[in-house]
């Protein structure tokens, strides 16, 4: 079977855990016991090395410095035999906060949104905010003036619709019918921070649902998945000895669009090269 070249545009603010579902992706596909396998010689592992590093001790690994920008490409196999090169970024988060806040798209940045085959986009529920609105504000407060003090800015959900339009608007992809390529994966992140016991698509639509809408009347089929990369908090000076002794491979999982959970975090790659 022909190699595909799969180039991923990895989208997350800072903070999401992209370093850590890197770092956990790379232990699986070294490992070998997931639907995908490493399948030759990966180059440049270096963003991942100290994240794996303090993995195996059972600690969390530090910020990502906000100008850093690396890949790393795994040549990889699925159980069909389907190969792909992977290129798996890892970068500060704040060049996305920045690209949005500044509504500019850095050179760099527009070629990796030419060549990116699929995107993956990170959200942490956890960290965003609810919006305050006309459905949140109480009516008896709809007449008053805001106070001085209440500067606007764009709520979490307008933020994200206007990364993804942005980068949509320089992409290759045709607006003339809903979009296939590139394909879109949304990971809600460190899942196992979300308290409710909702399938993925479900915690998306109640947290965010103008983006939810957004997402799917732009996209044909976008993919919307919990991604539990560690399965627990860890804390960056204290080792979990469970974490040591059994191995970070132990440990993540992530929720199909149908509600199961399944230990194999490299399944929505593996769903996107059979997809292909
Ligand atoms: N509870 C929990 N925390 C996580 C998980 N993945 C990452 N984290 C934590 O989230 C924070 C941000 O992760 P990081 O990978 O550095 O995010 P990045 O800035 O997007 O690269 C760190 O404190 C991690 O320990 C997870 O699956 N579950
Ligand atoms: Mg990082």
Same mark, same amino acid.
């Given at each position: 079977m022909p190699s *595909?070249? @799969?180039?991923?545009? +990895?989208? /997350?603010?800072?903070?999401v855990g992209k370093t850590h579902y890197g770092a956990q992706l790379l232990k699986r596909l070294i490992v070998g016991r997931s639907s995908l396998k490493m399948d030759g010689q990966a180059t440049n592992l270096r963003p991942f090395e100290q994240a794996m590093e303090s993995?195996?001790?059972?600690?969390?690994?530090?910020?990502t410095p906000a100008g850093a920008y690396e890949e790393s490409v795994w040549p990889v196999v699925d159980e069909q035999g389907q190969q792909a090169q992977l290129i798996w970024p890892d970068y500060g988060g704040e060049q996305i906060k920045n690209l949005i806040s500044d509504h500019r798209i850095a050179?760099?940045?527009?070629?990796?949104?030419?060549?990116?085959?699929?995107?993956?986009? *990170?959200? @942490?529920?956890?960290? +965003?905010? /609810?919006?305050?609105?006309?459905?949140?504000?109480?009516?008896?407060?709809?007449?008053?003036t805001a106070a001085a003090s209440a500067s606007h800015r764009p709520s979490d959900q307008a933020r994200l619709i206007e990364?993804?339009?942005?980068?949509?608007?320089?992409?290759?992809?045709?607006?003339?019918?809903p979009i296939d390529l590139p394909s879109l994966t949304i990971l809600l992140s460190c899942w196992d921070e979300v308290e409710s016991k909702m399938?993925?698509?479900?915690?998306?639509?109640?947290?965010?649902?103008?983006?939810?809408?957004?997402?799917?009347?732009v996209w044909a089929h976008p993919v919307i998945m919990g991604l539990s990369a560690l399965e627990r908090s860890l804390a960056q000076d204290k080792s979990?000895?469970?974490?040591?002794?059994?191995g970070p491979e132990a440990f993540g999982y992530?929720?199909?669009?149908?509600?199961?959970?399944?230990?194999?975090?490299?399944?929505?790659?593996?769903?996107?090269?059979?997809?292909?």
């Amino acid at each position: 079977m022909p190699s *595909l070249q @799969r180039s991923v545009l +990895l989208l /997350g603010e800072s903070n999401v855990g992209k370093t850590h579902y890197g770092a956990q992706l790379l232990k699986r596909l070294i490992v070998g016991r997931s639907s995908l396998k490493m399948d030759g010689q990966a180059t440049n592992l270096r963003p991942f090395e100290q994240a794996m590093e303090s993995l195996a001790d059972g600690c969390a690994t530090g910020h990502t410095p906000a100008g850093a920008y690396e890949e790393s490409v795994w040549p990889v196999v699925d159980e069909q035999g389907q190969q792909a090169q992977l290129i798996w970024p890892d970068y500060g988060g704040e060049q996305i906060k920045n690209l949005i806040s500044d509504h500019r798209i850095a050179a760099p940045w527009r070629d990796r949104v030419d060549a990116a085959t699929d995107w993956i986009l *990170l959200v @942490r529920l956890h960290i +965003l905010k /609810g919006d305050v609105d006309i459905f949140s504000r109480p009516l008896a407060d709809l007449g008053k003036t805001a106070a001085a003090s209440a500067s606007h800015r764009p709520s979490d959900q307008a933020r994200l619709i206007e990364l993804l339009q942005m980068l949509l608007h320089i992409s290759p992809a045709s607006r003339d019918q809903p979009i296939d390529l590139p394909s879109l994966t949304i990971l809600l992140s460190c899942w196992d921070e979300v308290e409710s016991k909702m399938e993925p698509h479900a915690a998306l639509r109640a947290s965010l649902p103008m983006f939810c809408d957004f997402v799917e009347s732009v996209w044909a089929h976008p993919v919307i998945m919990g991604l539990s990369a560690l399965e627990r908090s860890l804390a960056q000076d204290k080792s979990d000895q469970d974490y040591a002794i059994r191995g970070p491979e132990a440990f993540g999982y992530i929720i199909r669009p149908d509600g199961t959970s399944d230990p194999d975090i490299t399944w929505p790659i593996t769903n996107l090269l059979s997809a292909a």
